[in-house]
């Protein structure tokens, strides 16, 4: 378990993209942590989507390697982080996330 503080998104930098364009990289996307079924007394609907910890973007123009921290302390520490990509800088039949950290 981890109580999260800060996450990392990782896509390839533009200079290094065979189409010079990044626009399969994530734009908008939320982070989410859930603790596994049935502990602590959680009720099922609250289980299945989670407790939200922030909704970030993911700048094109910006680091390939960028960190975004959460707006407060986690509560507790979380066996389960998720992260949920709402949309994408362009890209109309996938996203790519080259790596997902979670600092805590």
């Not at 407060?72 to 950290?101: D, I």
């Amino acid at each position: 378990p981890i109580r999260p503080t800060a996450v990392s998104l990782e896509h390839i930098p533009k200079v290094l993209s065979p189409s010079g364009r990044i626009d399969s990289a994530p734009r908008d996307f939320t982070v989410y942590v859930r603790t596994l079924t049935g502990s602590q007394g959680m009720d099922d609907e609250k289980q299945e989507e989670g407790t939200l910890l922030g909704k970030f973007t993911y700048d094109q123009d910006g680091d390939s390697i960028q960190t975004f921290t959460l707006p407060g302390p986690a509560p507790e520490a979380y066996p389960l982080v998720e992260l949920r990509v709402l949309s994408n800088w362009g890209h109309p039949e996938y996203t790519c996330v080259y790596r997902f950290r979670v600092h805590g």
